[in-house]
């Protein structure tokens, strides 16, 4: 594409899990400008603040890392060295490591944001060659619970639904998430269809009266943590009132009896006294939903980040499959991912307990493939060390070394002080980065500074199995190289074959391959195909429809040994960190509208720094009054873990016992006491091993 004095090239925001479709044009001065793009079938045209700013956090360069930095100890300065010496070094200490301690001493933390030709090199260097499955991702602390969820009830992790789905839903219930705010351009097609449809409904769960639960034909305000038991005490209403589909429960879904046996020890009147809302409105919800023709249930970290995210996400995912509300037109469980390649991430097998193309790690047959087709090492049957888990090992000396990649632990890891104390230990760290704002950089041995978004090509999937391709605009400044070149330059370093890629493309071919017959086989696909039809859904096998497929399971046959899906009759303990005399007040964390993750690209845009220019403390008035404190006065936050202290905003949108802290501030000019994750609890999922970032204990008092 061109415009007068400028090139123009498409791409893909790079911030939430939507994959609004940007055109990327490159001015004469070589800087970008940014506008959506008109045809792509996402967004048509519109962005939201953050990605109609995006050109910001790449035109300013002021914080870029320019060049690899090393020290031989952490005593010492860090000094400016080659390419080939700064991976030499990592190489060597890594094999050192290695020899000595077996490769499950080393570890690779990465991100959701990586692409996934990154994704796909660094586990192949990890698992199929270096011969651990120590590789995570930030998605651990995101989207691992619907991982586990969607495995257990549909058999895959697959999301079954696509966003042209919305527009001919007639329900909508949309639970621990505030898409107004984190997926707004999704928002904005559901906002149009509501206009445009006034009857259908809108039914939003929250403890907090956020935007999402504006345009809400109901918002039951819950008690944070009571999700299961809301999601149970609607699945018995449905039942009560004859709204299931009998074909479906009976032909098409395993554990339907267990269900119905559960929820009826509730009565809903106790649901309700549970969950600090009305029956009434218990009974509405169930109506709504059990009225509909087409019924998505959507959501997000409010049910993910949980110590019980894997039984919220399958209470929530039983409501679509009792009501059949799924593999068909308007209907279908929706995880709206928080990052913008998670999803790929998933394809590639990116996180510590997973293989390529969704195979199983338990599952020999599945090992064996992959390590013929890589050629490489053993792979190990035992997962790897999650993204907690990695800091504890730190902490603990079983790990030695760990390389940090595209993402900020320091500000986005639970009980983060502890995260720093682990890092402070570790023997070698090597940090791969965009920008010296990175809190992990004080901590490093080995700086190798990467390229950022529209400097290099790629390819993500968003929240609805979309892929499409990023291309590559301007060149990234000093000697900074694409992330997927970094770790193919390392790991022929340490010796290995398999890692002499020509370019982005093929890693993309291997990849593809690699997926060939598997569930979300997408062996038809290529860069050339991605360019001329923009982006397609998975599966897009070698004779696939032109965009692929927007919809699964419509024949309703599931990816379980029985080919049904799976009714989980699961119960609603909660495990979380509960108030006391000491720590009366529940502590919940999330995102603001116009920052992203730890604000390393949004914290430079000016304008998206006005919606809140510093963190705060969301408090009822009635809790505010009891502690003397006014808006704008500074209140200390205390858990058992760490303390903050930010200025009170008084509201009657939260619930009374309840406060918020944003997530995104980390330490401020050395300051750390505007981060949340001082107060938030280790505790994690069993299954997903995803933290409880959503429920804490906290004693709120004025400075
Ligand atoms: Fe980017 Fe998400 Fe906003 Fe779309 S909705 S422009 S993908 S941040």
Redesign the pocket.
Known sequence: MTRKNTESYTS?????????G?VVNKEKNGSITVE?DKIHP??KG???????N?HHTVNDKTDRLLYPQMRYNKSMPMQRVSWDNALDRAAAVFKTFIDKYGPDSVAFYASGQCLTEEYYVLNKLMKGFIGSNNIDTNSRLCMSSAVVGYKKALGEDSVPVCYDDIELADCFYVTGANPAWC????WRRVEAHKAANPQIKIIVVDPRVTDSASIADLHLQINPGTDITLNHAIGRVLIENGDIDLDFVTNHAEGFEAYSELVFTKTVHNAALICGVSETDIRLAAKYIGNANGFISMWTMGLNQSAIGVNKNLSLINLNLITGNIGKPGCGPLSLTGQ?NAMGGREVGGLSNLLPAHRDMANPMHRAEVQQFWGGATINPQPGLTATEMFEALNDGRLKAIWILCTNPMTSLPNVRLAEEALKKAKFVVVQEITNRSECLPYADVILPAAAWAEKEGTMT?SERRISYLNKVIDAPGEALPDAEIICRFAKKMGYKGFDFKDAAAIYAEHVKLTEKTNIDISGLSYEILKERKTVQWPYKKKSALHGTPRLFADKKFYTPSAKAIIHAVPDELTSEMPDARFPFILTTGRIRDQ?HTMSKTGKVNKLNQHYPQAFLEIHPTDAEALQISEGDVAVITSKRGEVQVKAKISTQIKQGVVFLPMHWGKVLGNDLNRANNLTSDKIDPMSKEPDFKFCAVRVEKY
């Open positions: 893909t925001c790079c911030y939430c899990g939507v994959g609004c940007v959506g996402v967004n519109m962005l939201c603040s953050k990605g109609i995006l997926h707004p351009i999704l913008p968003n992203w």
